[in-house]
T-cell receptor, first 111, second 116 residues
Framework: AQSVTQLGSHVSVSEGALVLLRCNYSSSVPPYLFWYVQYPNQGLQLLLKYTSAATLVKGINGFEAEFKKSETSFHLTKPSAHMSDAAEYFCAVTGYSTLTFGKGTMLLVSP | EAGVTQFPSHSVIEKGQTVTLRCDPISGHDNLYWYRRVMGKEIKFLLHFVKESKQDESGMPNNRFLAERTGGTYSTLKVQPAELEDSGVYFC??????????????FGPGTRLLVL
């Protein structure tokens, strides 16, 4: 079975500050991990995914995530937040063909 | 290339009524998924089609939900009769090769369903 825990339903940062969104997973099979973002009134958009090729994964819009097997984590980071990063972020792990999502983290960016 | 589209974007119905949601996947994608997010909860898997066949429907909550994918193209999800707890956002996603676990699923904008 698969599960995902996202620590913090809301994270607030100032523009220009580091963004860190936490994701821990549990998986009965070697995991493939995803981060999706949902902007207001839009669908989920893939930010990046881990497919075992490299533990540090770079995605769109300057985001990256590091897979740490020993910590069962896949935290999402961005060095400098922009106002346009304000959205809801979802971490997900693949089962045999379906995605299991965390509850999501709303990122709030203040000027 | 057009993305996954869903119709309607919003639906408000009364308890006991019927609602049908539609999803058009990305052209050429054999795999189609339905997910649902109830307010305050995580996005949860409902079912998975491969072409017109149901590959996995383990997430369907009960027999008031009926999903079809005639001809392996678009899919419909019917809720009959709707209950208050069916309110939420229904997402559709598609992928090219569902047999590969690392395959990206592309999501539509969702249908926001409110049952009063």
């Amino acid at each position: 079975a698969q599960s995902v825990t996202q620590l913090g339903s809301h994270v607030s940062v100032s523009e220009g500050a580091l963004v860190l969104l936490r994701c821990n997973y549990s998986s009965s099979v070697p995991p493939y991990l995803f981060w999706y973002v949902q902007y207001p009134n839009q669908g989920l958009q893939l930010l990046l995914k881990y497919t075992s090729a490299a533990t540090l994964v770079k995605g769109i819009n300057g985001f990256e995530a590091e897979f740490k097997k020993s910590e069962t984590s896949f935290h999402l980071t961005k060095p400098s937040a922009h106002m346009s990063d304000a959205a809801e972020y979802f971490c997900a792990v693949t089962g045999y063909s379906t995605l299991t999502f965390g509850k999501g983290t709303m990122l709030l960016v203040s000027p | 290339e057009a993305g996954v589209t869903q119709f309607p974007s919003h639906s408000v119905i009364e308890k006991g009524q019927t609602v049908t949601l539609r999803c058009d996947p990305i052209s050429g994608h054999d795999n189609l998924y339905w997910y649902r997010r109830v307010m305050g909860k995580e996005i949860k898997f409902l079912l998975h089609f491969v072409k017109e066949s149901k590959q996995d429907e383990s997430g369907m909550p009960n027999n008031r939900f009926l999903a079809e994918r005639t001809g392996g193209t678009y899919s419909t999800l019917k809720v009959q009769p709707a209950e208050l707890e069916d309110s939420g956002v229904y997402f559709c996603a598609s992928s090219q090769n569902g047999a590969r676990r690392q395959e990206t699923q592309y999501f539509g904008p969702g249908t926001r369903l409110l049952v009063l």
